[in-house]
């Protein structure tokens, strides 16, 4: 026959039951009746659990009351089969009650944290400390739910890392321990509990770039690399400049680009400094990332030229000479002119820069147009405006051509002439133009194919100067293109000499004259003049009369013979150069006889 044994009190609402002479190994159901029946006259009772009895036939059940009961209102304890029927094994009346021990130490005379708590964050818990304490106990309540320990230990706080987005309240109690036993729980009040994530300030920007030199008065650019912001809301960045070395700074640009542009004031600064820094939705900064000193100069650039000059007519496969005047340029540094070109109304390529003020371009045959602009530059390698000239059509025309034997005839001594041929492939039309030391000789219309002679008389060759001469041809067809060719010459002659080509006849012969020769003639050449009066003579008899017409004095002619039919007057001028040096020339002679 089995036996209950002790029923023994642990607490208010816990009992235990002992139960021996059970039959080993069966499974076995205990229960504690209640002192009175509910409403209905049903019986009301508290599980003490389930247990099975071992080899020597004890069991041990743990129950606990419910429904606002303590073990003070149990008056029967059941043990009973574990199967469907649960028929009862034994049955025995109890008197359960507990009285709880007085604790050796007090309870907490305070627990403080705060009522509403970010449970992103720890949240601090502080309570009473209490003598005689050797340790306390601090438990948490989370969502409602029972008590758990999360701390024990001498201090009095306690930080709590194990909250959650999930938590929705909290409550906290603590109690006092020593070696004769605790305290009862001091419980704090439940606290809200929310879940926010602070913010976090952008990172600060990966670099800042600005150029090493700026120009006061003319924009340039400050450019950063992006921050980045772990809550994803950057909104932007904020460029500060300094003037003064970094010992103030004025923010100068506010927004969301990563480039700005900046213009100094002319004369502003001599050096220049920027940082940037990024920005949030809620106001929150990175830090700054600084650039390094720029040199400012404060430069003018040079004005454009006035003007700038191009051919009417340009050709294919020719050159043509491009010209501008000239810039100035305020600081005194103007270093010269960058020419540029653009074909066929392309963009435009720099052909030229230099201190010169001209151009010889090479224009390629089977362009269409053609443009030029021009703009000056300084010793700091900047560029004014440009003064741009007007569109000119390329003539690609093929070029008549001019073929001579040979392009110097060496040295002439009189009248002379050389052969050419002109030709030209579009057109049979040509206006062809000799020149003499660029003086036009005449002008005539030509055929292609043809061969003309260049003459020099013997009258263009006594006018034409010692030295090296030029003749010149040229040739222009009916589309305005135009060859010329020089042919050079020279003419070296030491002597002069001349006469009248018709004596002045006379009844008798002349025995008196006076002569008057306009001339230049220097220091060591030569200069004769001679008189006669039976010039019709196969041999005249000449007379020097140098010396009278130098000294401007009569002459007495002292010949009186003649074999011609008729007397005669004549005179001969004979200039002989010698070893004298510079310009020589007889430009006039006249005179009387009788």
């Not at 001594?413 to 039309?429: I, L, P, W």
């Not at 020339?585 to 005179?591: C, F, P, Q, T």
Request: glycine fraction near 8%; charged fraction near 15%; include cysteine.
């Amino acid at each position: 026959m089995a036996y209950i044994g002790s029923v023994r009190a642990t607490s208010e609402t816990n009992f235990v039951v002992l139960v021996y002479s059970l039959k080993a190994g069966e499974r076995y159901k205990c229960r504690g009746m209640y002192d009175s029946d509910d409403m209905y006259g049903r019986e009301e009772y508290c599980s003490a659990g389930t247990a099975t009895a071992d080899e020597d036939g004890y069991a041990r059940f743990s129950g606990s009351t419910s429904g606002g009961k303590t073990v003070a209102n149990v008056r029967q304890i059941k043990i009973l089969t574990a199967d469907a029927y649960g028929t009862t094994v034994i049955s025995q009346g109890v008197s359960l009650s507990y009285t709880p021990s007085t604790p050796s130490v007090t309870t907490p005379s305070s627990i403080s944290y705060s009522t509403s708590i970010n449970s992103y964050n720890s949240t601090r818990i502080t309570w009473g400390s209490v003598s005689g304490a050797t340790s306390y106990v601090l438990e948490r309540s989370i969502n409602g739910g029972s008590f758990s320990q999360v701390y024990s230990g001498t201090a009095t706080s306690y930080t709590d890392y194990g909250l959650n987005s999930s938590t929705t309240r909290v409550q906290y109690r603590v109690k006092a321990v020593n070696s004769g036993g605790s305290s009862s729980y001091k419980t704090g009040s439940t606290a809200t509990v929310y879940y926010s994530k602070p913010n976090v300030a952008p990172t600060v920007p990966s670099s800042i770039t600005v150029p090493s030199t700026v120009y006061g008065g003319r924009a340039f650019t400050v450019s950063w690399g992006k921050s980045t912001d772990s809550d994803g809301n950057l909104s932007g960045y904020k460029l500060e400049k300094s003037v003064n070395g970094g010992s103030t700074w004025t923010q100068i640009y506010q927004g969301s680009s990563t480039s700005t542009s900046v213009t100094l004031t002319f004369g502003e600064a001599t050096q220049v400094m920027f940082r940037v820094r990024a920005y949030d939705s809620s106001s929150a900064h990175s830090g700054y990332k600084a650039s390094g000193t720029s040199t400012v100069v404060n430069n003018k650039v040079p004005t454009a030229p006035q003007s700038i000059t191009v051919p009417l007519n340009i050709y294919g496969g020719k050159t043509a000479v491009v010209t501008w005047t000239a810039a100035t340029d305020s600081d005194g540094n103007l270093s010269g002119y960058i020419l540029e070109r653009s074909v066929n109304s392309g963009t435009y390529t720099q052909i030229y820069k230099g201190a010169n003020k001209s151009y010889s371009d090479n224009i390629t045959k089977g362009w269409n147009t053609v443009q030029y602009r021009v703009c000056a530059y300084d010793s700091y390698n900047e560029k004014g405006a440009y003064k741009t000239a007007q569109v000119r059509n390329i003539i690609n025309n093929e070029l008549p051509v001019i073929t001579t034997n040979s392009t110097n005839l060496g040295l002439k001594t009189g009248a002379f002439s050389f052969s050419y041929t002109v030709s030209d492939q579009e057109s049979n039309k040509l206006t062809v133009v000799e020149k003499i030391n660029g003086v036009q000789k005449k002008s005539f219309t030509a055929t292609s194919g043809s061969t003309y002679t260049f003459q020099i008389t013997q009258q263009e060759f006594i006018c034409i100067l010692n030295g090296t001469n030029t003749l010149s041809i040229t040739v222009t067809d009916t589309d305005s293109g135009v060859t010329t060719k020089n042919i050079t010459f020279q003419k070296q002659e030491n002597e002069i000499a001349f006469t009248l080509k018709t004596p002045f006849e006379t009844d008798a012969e002349a025995s008196v004259g006076i002569m008057n020769v306009v001339r230049q003639i220097p220091e060591g050449a030569d200069f004769i003049i001679e008189a006669c009066n039976n010039a019709y003579d196969t041999s005249p008899t000449w007379e020097d009369v140098t010396r009278f017409v130098r000294e401007g004095r009569n002459f007495i002619l002292l010949n009186e013979q003649k074999t011609a039919s008729k007397w005669g007057f004549s005179f001969r001028v004979t200039v002989t150069r010698n070893t004298a040096t510079g310009e020589i020339y007889i430009s006039s002679v006249g005179g009387n006889f009788k």
